[in-house]
């Protein structure tokens, strides 16, 4: 059991500077061997798994996924949302502390390291609040927090307004050597903004959410990073700014870090307006990925409500350039379930947030590798080494020796996304009916495979 030999695929491990066509052996769990012709090293009773002409890369990391679990179960559970992470191609997520009760004790953590067992797929980790019940007044006990083994802290969802008590924050990580993850919003700007402050905004009727609402913060983290010397990671950038105040502080050796979302590198704020305003203005070029039939939606859909919202064009273009540059090191989904009839309400009324994990693979490959922005290996490496490093986990590398988490995707396979798909178990994605081009295959967690697309079912 948990062995494994995958043969002729072409190899990708950005964490070893390794692209080549070759095998790779796993035994009980670990990776063995990466290398030419291992068949004939490799005993007769050792499954095969024939990876010609696809990619095998590390497992994929997502540090930033929301899974309701406990308190919000009929959005998701852990079990679901881990379903829906192995059918993405991902073998390892990040929880986000925004559950019910907040995860700012021991013991919530514990709960869900045993919900995660129970489920037996991909790997859970955790994180850990900065301020008790997420209300950004008095700390989280992040040393109890460290020890139960939450991987970062967070008020995600959330954002601690004063400065003062996130320095402490940024002291107190420090001591324990955990990053902190930011979700930048400044409440004084942003104020009960539902979408983009733009012409959008302006043309549906609808409150805005000033980019400045999250530059704001960014700033701020920047200037707290080189106060205290804590990593200090901005979730889901969304505004030009962002990217612009990242890419200098990085220059400086700001121990400042970010990720960005499919959805914020996809789609505008048009999008809001319904589907001919965006493929009309914004989405000329995504169109030919569609071939003839663009999918549709009405206006004030409201599929195309998360935080941060949406942005202009070029608050989309920014973003992409920063990813190609490497301002921006991280890729994740933000993956936020919510049920029909939450969403299923007036725009204003709706909880922010979308599903992800299905769909950022794709995306990432459209928008960056096959629209020729930056190369396959440096998306992999997004995806894996990169969020390993932030993290210190022991994954994201093929090395011998190390967790055999495996992902083998096909780059060039096309595919719609459907509904009646989807192993989450809330379907508020803005992406239904889209044509997409790549996939995952198999998802492979300690040799063991927890997802193939030949069986089309999670083995758990
Ligand atoms: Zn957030």
């Keep these: 059991m948990n062995s494994l030999l995958l043969t002729g695929g072409r190899v990708i491990d950005p964490a070893?500077?390794?692209?080549?066509?070759?095998?790779?052996?796993?035994?009980?769990?670990?990776?063995?061997?990466?290398?030419?012709?291992?068949?004939?090293?490799?005993?007769?009773?050792?499954?095969?798994?024939?990876?010609?002409?696809?990619?095998?890369?590390?497992g994929l990391i997502d540090l930033h996924v929301h899974f309701r679990e406990p308190g919000q179960t009929a959005k998701e559970t852990i079990a679901s949302g881990a379903a829906a992470a192995a059918r993405g191609g991902f073998t390892s997520v990040v929880c986000m502390p925004n559950t019910s009760p907040a995860i700012d004790n021991a013991g919530t953590v514990a709960l869900i390291h045993e919900r995660a067992a129970q489920a037996d797929g991909v790997n859970v980790f955790v994180t850990g609040a900065i301020t008790k019940n997420l209300a950004g007044e008095e700390l989280a006990p992040i040393g109890?927090?460290?020890?139960?083994?939450?991987?970062?802290?967070?008020?995600?969802?959330?954002?601690?307004?004063?400065?003062?008590?996130?320095?402490?924050?940024?002291?107190?990580a420090k001591m324990f050597d955990?990053?902190?993850?930011?979700?930048?919003?400044?409440?004084?700007?942003?104020?009960?903004?539902v979408m983009h402050e733009g012409y959008w905004s302006t043309a549906l009727g609808l409150r805005g959410w000033p980019s400045a609402g999250e530059e704001m913060i960014v700033a701020r983290n920047i200037l707290l990073a080189e106060l205290t010397g804590t990593r200090i990671h901005c979730q889901h950038l969304s505004a030009a700014?962002?990217?612009?105040?990242?890419?200098?502080?990085?220059?400086?050796?700001?121990?400042?870090?970010?990720?960005?979302?499919?959805?914020?590198?996809?789609?505008?704020?048009?999008?809001?307006?319904?589907?001919?305003?965006?493929?009309?203005?914004?989405?000329?070029i995504l169109a030919k990925s569609q071939g003839g039939e663009l999918p549709e939606w009405p206006g004030y859909d409201t599929n195309f409500k998360m935080n941060p919202p949406l942005r202009s064009a070029r608050d989309r273009e920014a973003i992409l350039e920063g990813l190609a540059d490497g301002t921006i090191e991280i890729l994740c989904s933000d993956h936020a379930p919510h049920c029909d009839y939450e969403k299923e309400?007036?725009?204003?009324?709706?909880?922010?947030?979308?599903?992800?994990?299905?769909?950022?693979?794709?995306?990432?490959?459209?928008?960056?590798?096959?629209a020729k922005r930056i190369s396959l290996p440096e998306m992999i490496a997004k995806f894996t080494v990169n969020p390993a490093r932030l993290l210190n986990l022991n994954k994201g590398t093929l090395?011998?020796?190390?967790?055999?988490?495996?992902?083998?995707?096909?780059?060039?396979?096309?595919?719609?996304?459907?509904?009646?798909?989807?192993?989450?178990?809330?379907?508020?994605?803005?992406?239904?009916?889209?044509?997409?081009?790549?996939?995952?295959?198999?998802?492979?967690?300690?040799?063991?495979?927890?997802?193939?697309?030949?069986?089309?079912?999670?083995?758990?």
């Excluded at 990776?31 to 890369?57: H, M, W, Y």
């Excluded at 967070?154 to 008590?165: A, E, K, M, P």
């Excluded at 309400?345 to 096959?370: N, R």
Aim: with cysteine.
């Design 16 to 58: 070893n500077q390794f692209d080549a066509v070759a095998d790779v052996l796993i035994l009980n769990g670990k990776i063995s061997a990466v290398g030419n012709r291992l068949a004939t090293q490799t005993p007769g009773e050792i499954e095969r798994f024939d990876a010609t002409g696809k990619i095998i890369c590390p």
């Design 144 to 172: 109890s927090l460290k020890k139960a083994g939450v991987v970062a802290i967070t008020d995600d969802g959330h954002c601690v307004q004063n400065n003062d008590l996130m320095r402490r924050a940024c002291e107190y």
């Design 178 to 193: 955990l990053p902190i993850f930011d979700h930048c919003q400044d409440y004084s700007l942003v104020t009960d903004g």
């Design 241 to 284: 700014g962002s990217v612009a105040l990242l890419r200098e502080a990085k220059r400086r050796g700001v121990p400042v870090s970010g990720e960005a979302c499919p959805h914020h590198f996809t789609l505008t704020d048009a999008a809001v307006a319904g589907s001919e305003k965006f493929w009309g203005a914004d989405g000329k």
């Design 345 to 370: 309400v007036e725009f204003d009324y709706a909880p922010f947030g979308i599903t992800g994990l299905e769909t950022e693979l794709a995306l990432s490959l459209m928008q960056l590798v096959h």
């Design 399 to 460: 090395g011998a020796g190390a967790d055999a988490d495996v992902t083998v995707l096909d780059p060039e396979a096309e595919w719609i996304f459907q509904a009646g798909d989807s192993a989450s178990k809330s379907k508020n994605s803005p992406f239904f009916g889209w044509k997409l081009k790549g996939k995952a295959v198999a998802t492979i967690v300690a040799g063991r495979m927890v997802w193939s697309e030949q069986t089309e079912a999670v083995v758990v």
